[in-house]
């Protein structure tokens, strides 16, 4: 790949199919990232809605509560209005805010969730 630094793009597949590739980039120092590919996660609104409830931040002094309304699960926090939360797998959804990765206890149910957003990742948010 060109550019000023010298970067490199590799795929590893199985069975003719991509399952994972990785960017590596170097400089000063070298610097790999790598991606699985996530199958497509299509949950149904029981799934969803077992993730509705009210989560807080005692590290931010915040409240988000996920929501089920118009048939999606929603994010609501301080008064913003609701946004759509959209399912990525069953331990990550993401919205117009970032990235959740939900954090689960005993039967699997949520206990909370990590928030990252453009600017900060892993606020902890807990279940109410």
């Not at 070298?30 to 590290?59: C, D, H, I, Q, V």
């Amino acid at each position: 790949v060109g550019g000023r630094t010298v970067s490199c793009l590799a795929f590893d597949e199985e069975n003719g199919t991509p399952r994972r590739f990785a960017i590596q980039v170097r400089g000063r120092d070298t610097l790999t990232l790598r991606f699985e590919r996530l199958e497509p996660w299509n949950p149904g609104p029981t799934e969803l809605k077992s993730m509705a409830g009210r989560y807080r931040s005692a590290e931010l002094g915040v409240e988000a509560v996920f929501e089920w309304m118009e048939d999606r699960l929603q994010l609501r926090y301080g008064g913003s209005p609701p946004e759509p939360l959209m399912p990525l797998s069953p331990d990550a959804l993401t919205s117009e805010m970032g990235e959740i990765h939900l954090r689960r206890g005993s039967g699997a149910a949520v206990a909370g969730f990590t928030l990252g957003t453009g600017r900060a990742n892993g606020m902890a948010f807990s279940r109410q």
